[in-house]
């Protein structure tokens, strides 16, 4: 009879273990889903754009119906967000990489505009239809940029910061001081302004991290 228990027991387990491993697929199989969505629509948009790019479009890429994909998204406009919202995790990424980088504070203020510029002028010249994307996203003010202007202000002020405590900078907010300089420096970070004011001399991007220097020390 012991042994009888113990192998039943054992069956019990086994299967219960079974079943906790078969749900599981099912949640990364929705993730994997959600994500192979967005991969597809960058890609569809960087060909095609993301106006002409149908909800067909994508689902036939994946081999699934329309209505599949919307299970993921209810809308179109969020598969936009989302693919926006990717392609600024990539800008947020590059600025993330300036601070944790081993040098000053003057050089890394100057980097962290150099990154946010060269995403922009890089996506524009090689991804139009994506740098559309964008710009349609910061002209009608979209949701998915609040994280991301976050992302932006909290370098910067941890710049500034750094400033202070090697002595170059003397900000008392530091916070607001990062305002302030991500607002006078908005052509070299807005998708729009960066094209349209691509071919302006002056003043140059170097110039306002000059002055910016100046005024926080």
């Given at each position: 009879?012991?042994?009888?228990?113990?192998?039943?027991?054992?069956?019990?387990?086994?299967?219960?273990?079974?079943?906790?491993?078969?749900?599981?697929?099912?949640?990364?199989?929705?993730?994997?889903?959600?994500?192979?969505?967005?991969?597809?629509?960058?890609?569809?948009?960087?060909?095609?754009?993301?106006?002409?790019?149908?909800?067909?479009?994508?689902?036939?890429?994946?081999?699934?119906?329309?209505?599949?994909?919307?299970?993921?998204?209810?809308?179109?406009?969020?598969?936009?967000?989302?693919?926006?919202?990717?392609?600024?995790?990539?800008?947020?990424?590059?600025?993330?990489?300036?601070?944790?980088?081993?040098?000053?504070?003057?050089e890394k203020l100057r980097a962290f505009f150099e990154a946010i510029e060269k995403s922009h002028l890089q996506r524009f010249a090689l991804n139009r239809k994506l740098h559309e994307l964008l710009v349609k996203a910061y002209d009608e003010d979209w949701q998915i940029l609040r994280p991301h202007h976050q992302v932006v202000h909290n370098a910067l002020a941890e710049i500034i910061s750094q400033g202070n405590r090697e002595?170059?900078?003397?900000?008392?907010?530091?916070?607001?001081?990062?305002?302030?300089?991500?607002?006078?420096?908005?052509?070299?970070?807005?998708?729009?302004?960066?094209?349209?004011?691509?071919?302006?001399?002056?003043?140059?991007?170097?110039?306002?991290?000059?002055?910016?220097?100046?005024?926080?020390?």
């Amino acid at each position: 009879m012991y042994f009888l228990y113990t192998d039943c027991r054992d069956l019990f387990f086994r299967f219960t273990n079974q079943d906790v491993d078969m749900r599981a697929p099912a949640n990364l199989k929705s993730k994997d889903t959600t994500l192979d969505i967005v991969g597809v629509a960058e890609r569809l948009y960087d060909q095609i754009g993301f106006q002409k790019t149908t909800v067909a479009d994508i689902a036939r890429e994946l081999s699934m119906s329309p209505a599949n994909v919307y299970r993921f998204y209810a809308a179109k406009s969020g598969i936009n967000e989302a693919v926006a919202r990717k392609l600024l995790t990539e800008i947020e990424a590059a600025i993330n990489n300036v601070v944790e980088q081993k040098k000053s504070a003057n050089e890394k203020l100057r980097a962290f505009f150099e990154a946010i510029e060269k995403s922009h002028l890089q996506r524009f010249a090689l991804n139009r239809k994506l740098h559309e994307l964008l710009v349609k996203a910061y002209d009608e003010d979209w949701q998915i940029l609040r994280p991301h202007h976050q992302v932006v202000h909290n370098a910067l002020a941890e710049i500034i910061s750094q400033g202070n405590r090697e002595g170059v900078f003397n900000v008392g907010d530091c916070a607001e001081a990062a305002t302030q300089v991500r607002t006078a420096c908005i052509r070299f970070c807005h998708p729009r302004l960066i094209v349209e004011f691509a071919q302006d001399a002056k003043p140059t991007l170097d110039q306002m991290v000059d002055l910016f220097i100046r005024a926080l020390a």
